[in-house]
């Protein structure tokens, strides 16, 4: 059960979009699809906000922008009075090896991941005194070392750290604040990414699946879920954490994955 406003960050797609039909589903009062530049695919979310029963709220800002979030806050304070979910999902890089980044990359993806989670839970505070739940959405490149991932990776390392200082720090104002860390899901970012880096996007998922001790892909539905749960009230004593899901994937050791891709290339 989610009481309250809601505001998730990039739900114009993917797991954004599939956790702002999560949190209407739960029950959330006004559910914010936050979006950069993509006003259809945000109005596709909203309409299916809407299906699952919450009012829809379409915001766009940009957050390398400071001004453009903060104005973002002050429409929402106008239009809500408080915000009680946040979950900051958006995120965006240049997948370079380390060495082949610049300062301008690392400060749009410092600015988006790090910057942009304070400011945001900084506004998301400021206008809700009864205390709420967010959530930041992590990734498996803090954990494992993925072809181009190196900054993005270790700017969600920060967010997963800056989570559990924050959960220490508004716990006593009545904020929870949890990181979930997804393995790869099925998105339309993560097709790209795996055409990219294994030039087949269908045969990579076939690996995946046989890979996985689920036997299949995540969907952003799956990590919706544990969104939803970590923003809700039967979550109420998870505080700090980060979450991995990725259906045992990360729990499988490198010497088992040689052998069960092995087998799964007979
Ligand atoms: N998919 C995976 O396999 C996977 C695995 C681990 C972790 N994750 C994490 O899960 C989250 C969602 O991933 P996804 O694959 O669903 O994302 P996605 O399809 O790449 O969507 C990204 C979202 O972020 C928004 N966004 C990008 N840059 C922005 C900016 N500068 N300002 C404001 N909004 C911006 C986009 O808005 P526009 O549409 O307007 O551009 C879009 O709504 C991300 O944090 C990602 O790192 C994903």
């Given at each position: 059960?989610?009481?309250?406003?809601?505001?998730?960050?990039?739900a114009?797609?993917?797991?954004?979009?599939?956790?702002a039909v999560?949190l209407a589903?739960?029950?959330a009062?006004t559910v914010?699809v936050?979006?950069?530049?993509?006003?259809?695919?945000?109005?596709?979310t909203a309409e299916a906000v809407r299906q699952a029963g919450a009012e829809a709220l379409?915001?766009?800002?940009?957050?390398?922008?400071?001004?453009?979030?903060?104005?973002?806050?002050?429409?929402?304070?106008?239009?809500?009075?408080?915000?009680?979910?946040?979950?900051?999902?958006?995120?965006?890089?240049?997948?370079?090896?380390?060495?082949?980044?610049?300062?301008?990359?690392?400060?749009?993806?410092?600015?988006?991941?790090?910057?942009?989670?304070?400011?945001?839970?900084?506004?998301?505070?400021?206008?809700?005194?009864?205390?709420?739940?967010?959530?930041?959405?992590?990734?498996?490149?803090?954990?494992?070392?993925?072809?181009?991932?190196?900054?993005?990776?270790?700017?969600?390392?920060?967010?997963?750290?800056?989570?559990?200082?924050?959960?220490?720090?508004?716990?006593?104002?009545?904020?929870?604040?949890?990181?979930?860390?997804?393995?790869?899901?099925?998105?339309?970012?993560?097709?790209?990414?795996?055409?990219?880096?294994?030039?087949?996007?269908?045969?990579?998922?076939?690996?995946?699946?046989?890979?996985?001790?689920?036997?299949?892909?995540?969907?952003?539905?799956?990590?919706?879920?544990?969104?939803?749960?970590?923003?809700?009230?039967?979550?109420?004593?998870?505080?700090?954490?980060?979450?991995?899901?990725?259906?045992?994937?990360?729990?499988?050791?490198?010497?088992?994955?040689?052998?069960?891709?092995?087998?799964?290339?007979?």
């Amino acid at each position: 059960m989610i009481r309250g406003n809601a505001l998730v960050t990039g739900a114009s797609r993917g797991i954004g979009s599939a956790t702002a039909v999560r949190l209407a589903e739960l029950g959330a009062d006004t559910v914010v699809v936050h979006h950069r530049n993509s006003p259809e695919a945000a109005e596709r979310t909203a309409e299916a906000v809407r299906q699952a029963g919450a009012e829809a709220l379409c915001v766009a800002a940009d957050l390398e922008e400071a001004d453009a979030v903060d104005a973002m806050f002050v429409e929402l304070g106008r239009d809500l009075g408080s915000l009680d979910v946040l979950v900051a999902n958006a995120a965006a890089s240049s997948f370079k090896p380390l060495l082949d980044t610049h300062d301008e990359n690392i400060r749009r993806t410092s600015r988006i991941t790090v910057n942009a989670l304070l400011q945001c839970v900084r506004a998301m505070t400021s206008l809700t005194e009864t205390g709420g739940a967010i959530v930041v959405v992590s990734g498996i490149d803090v954990s494992q070392a993925m072809v181009g991932h190196g900054l993005l990776g270790s700017m969600k390392a920060a967010a997963e750290t800056l989570s559990m200082y924050l959960a220490a720090e508004l716990g006593p104002r009545g904020f929870r604040v949890n990181a979930v860390r997804p393995g790869l899901t099925l998105t339309d970012s993560a097709r790209t990414y795996s055409e990219r880096v294994f030039g087949d996007s269908a045969e990579f998922e076939r690996l995946l699946v046989s890979l996985t001790p689920a036997r299949r892909a995540g969907t952003p539905e799956d990590v919706a879920n544990v969104i939803g749960f970590l923003c809700s009230e039967e979550g109420a004593w998870i505080n700090g954490q980060v979450l991995v899901a990725d259906g045992g994937l990360s729990a499988v050791s490198p010497t088992d994955l040689i052998t069960s891709g092995r087998r799964s290339d007979q």
